[in-house]
């Protein structure tokens, strides 16, 4: 399980110490740093780059809500668990998509559970920029005198035919001289060689037919298919169902 940065923000000592006694003892939490404001969590938040913060509400100057809307600005991603002695900040703490909000005096457990709740959270944002970024990536393809730039996404699957490889989208072909093994190793790994003379996008799959000694892949809106060699035919069924 990746371990996931924490930083502490609380004007109060003692309430600090026992977070961090707490979080000594749960593994896949590591404590990068400690505020005592929210000014100084605002920085720790800039350098230190947390997974999850958790912090107090009343704390002075700007106070727990005020700084983490500005942190949430700066940090998407990050999950943040409230810890205070007070509960009538409940509604607002969640208007800021706080992952939980725990009331002083914590618990072991229930601060546990707060954290394993700000985990998914994570993990969820995580998978949501990678897919974003992985919409808007795109590879650098030679096509004669000309440099093509692809988004990947759009890449049904690419093809080697004679001395030629041509990368097929749903309405274009693209011909260039790079060798398929070339062209992998530019891809994301969702991109699998399923044929000697193939590699297809499996995330584009719709369906897949068996047609004599191979199998063709079919994608939405396209009358193009790829073939799927009897070799890998278990691979390819496995990896779209997981």
Same mark, same amino acid.
């Given at each position: 399980?990746?371990?996931?940065?924490?930083? *502490?923000?609380?004007?109060?000592?003692?309430?600090?110490? +026992?977070?961090?006694?707490? /979080?000594?003892?749960?593994?896949?939490?590591?404590?990068? @740093?400690?505020? =005592?404001?929210?000014?100084? $969590?605002?920085?720790? +938040?800039?350098?230190?780059?947390?997974?999850?913060?958790?912090?107090?509400?009343?704390?002075?100057?700007?106070? @727990? $809500?005020?700084?983490? !809307? *500005?942190?949430?600005?700066?940090?998407? &991603?990050?999950?943040?668990?409230?810890?205070? @002695?007070?509960?009538?900040?409940?509604?607002?703490?969640?208007?800021?998509?706080?992952?939980?909000? %725990?009331?002083?005096?914590? =618990?072991?457990?229930?601060?546990?559970?707060? $954290?394993?709740?700000?985990?998914?959270?994570?993990?969820?944002?995580?998978?949501?920029?990678?897919?974003?970024?992985?919409?808007? &990536? !795109?590879?650098?393809? !030679?096509?004669?005198?000309?440099?093509?730039?692809?988004?990947?996404?759009?890449? /049904?699957?690419?093809?080697? !035919?004679?001395?030629?490889?041509?990368?097929?989208?749903?309405?274009?072909?693209?011909?260039?001289? =790079?060798? $398929? &093994? =070339? +062209?992998?190793?530019?891809?994301?790994?969702?991109?699998?060689?399923?044929?000697?003379?193939?590699?297809?996008?499996?995330?584009?799959?719709?369906? *897949?037919?068996?047609? @004599?000694?191979?199998?063709?892949?079919?994608?939405?809106?396209?009358?193009?298919?790829?073939?799927?060699?009897?070799?890998? *035919?278990?691979? %390819? &069924?496995?990896? /779209?169902?997981?």
């Amino acid at each position: 399980m990746e371990t996931l940065k924490v930083v *502490i923000a609380d004007d109060d000592h003692p309430s600090r110490m +026992i977070l961090k006694h707490f /979080l000594d003892l749960f593994i896949d939490y590591r404590i990068v @740093g400690e505020a =005592e404001d929210g000014k100084e $969590l605002i920085e720790l +938040i800039l350098h230190k780059k947390p997974d999850i913060a958790l912090v107090d509400i009343n704390m002075p100057g700007l106070n @727990g $809500l005020e700084a983490v !809307k *500005i942190c949430k600005e700066k940090a998407p &991603q990050l999950q943040v668990i409230f810890t205070t @002695g007070f509960d009538e900040f409940a509604a607002e703490a969640f208007d800021v998509s706080a992952a939980d909000y %725990v009331i002083k005096p914590i =618990e072991r457990t229930r601060l546990f559970l707060a $954290l394993e709740k700000a985990r998914k959270g994570f993990e969820v944002a995580k998978q949501s920029v990678m897919k974003s970024h992985n919409a808007n &990536q !795109k590879i650098a393809v !030679k096509s004669y005198n000309t440099l093509l730039y692809l988004v990947v996404d759009e890449i /049904l699957f690419i093809e080697k !035919k004679a001395r030629k490889t041509v990368i097929h989208t749903t309405d274009h072909c693209y011909e260039t001289t =790079e060798t $398929l &093994q =070339e +062209i992998e190793e530019t891809l994301p790994s969702y991109f699998y060689k399923t044929h000697r003379s193939f590699i297809v996008n499996l995330k584009k799959i719709t369906r *897949i037919e068996a047609s @004599g000694e191979t199998y063709l892949a079919y994608f939405a809106k396209c009358s193009k298919v790829a073939y799927i060699s009897k070799l890998k *035919i278990y691979n %390819v &069924q496995s990896l /779209l169902v997981n």
